[in-house]
């Protein structure tokens, strides 16, 4: 493990003076869990990291696009921070295989999930602003999204999944598909929520999200995703 945070150091370009915060970024909760409350969990890294990462890419978005109106910044923000996209880049530094999970997660296969992917990689971006302040945490995020910068600020509005899921059942089927919530855990600051979406030919999907929106809408994108590919 030490060797891979060495690694993990190396490729985001940040050499941690408190090595415990990036192994504290890197502890699910259900790792702590089961290992006792000294183990610590990523939660509130992430809380912090999801806060820093908005006002550096808001501030990196303003200086290379300074034409563009705050509602193509929004989009281009929202491409950028959206939660896979956000798992895109932690399994490409790997983040996948460092977390540490407890037992019931892992079987579970949470090592896949882009809710979980995203969360460590915004606790990690915390645990660097708490390391080496602003400007650590700045020239982190610029580093790991180097080939994602966008290069034109010409973002079409772009509809959301559940918008372009009900099309897609409509054009198929001639029905809308069905949300259902079917749990919640956690914490009341921390919740995950899981929701099933049933397509008209009864094909169902499972999704979670940090809000029942968001489950319903990683869901849908699962949908999508899945019709496309019949």
């Given at each position: ?6 690694t ?6 940040h050499?941690?003076m408190?090595?415990k915060?990036?192994?504290?970024a ?15 969990d ?22 290379r ?9 929004t ?5 950028l ?35 979980l ?9 915390g645990a ?11 020239a ?13 600020c ?10 372009r899921?009900?099309?897609?059942t409509q ?6 598909p ?9 914490p ?10 049933t ?8 999704a979670e999200?940090?809000s029942?929106k ?8 699962s ?8």
């Amino acid at each position: 493990m030490n060797q891979d945070l060495e690694t993990l150091q190396e490729t985001i370009s940040h050499r941690f003076m408190q090595v415990k915060l990036l192994q504290t970024a890197l502890t699910h909760s259900s790792y702590a869990n089961e290992h006792g409350e000294d183990a610590g969990d990523n939660e509130r890294l992430e809380f912090l990291g999801d806060a820093v990462l908005e006002l550096c890419t808001s501030e990196m978005l303003f200086a290379r696009f300074p034409d563009a109106p705050e509602g193509q910044l929004t989009r281009l923000r929202a491409r950028l921070v959206s939660e896979p996209a956000l798992a895109d880049v932690a399994r490409e530094l790997h983040l996948d295989q460092l977390i540490q999970l407890g037992k019931g997660e892992e079987q579970q296969g949470g090592r896949e999930r882009d809710s979980l992917l995203s969360d460590a990689l915004e606790a990690v971006f915390g645990a660097v602003f708490l390391d080496g302040g602003y400007a650590a945490a700045k020239a982190v995020i610029a580093c790991v999204f180097e080939e994602r910068w966008p290069t034109s600020c010409d973002v079409k509005r772009v509809k959301d999944a559940k918008s372009r899921l009900q099309e897609l059942t409509q054009k198929l089927f001639k029905e809308r598909p069905v949300y259902v919530l079917t749990d919640s855990t956690g914490p009341e600051h921390a919740k995950t929520f899981v929701v099933e979406v049933t397509l008209p030919n009864g094909t169902v999907l499972r999704a979670e999200g940090a809000s029942m929106k968001k489950a319903e809408q990683n869901a849908a994108a699962s949908a999508i995703d899945f019709l496309e590919k019949r």
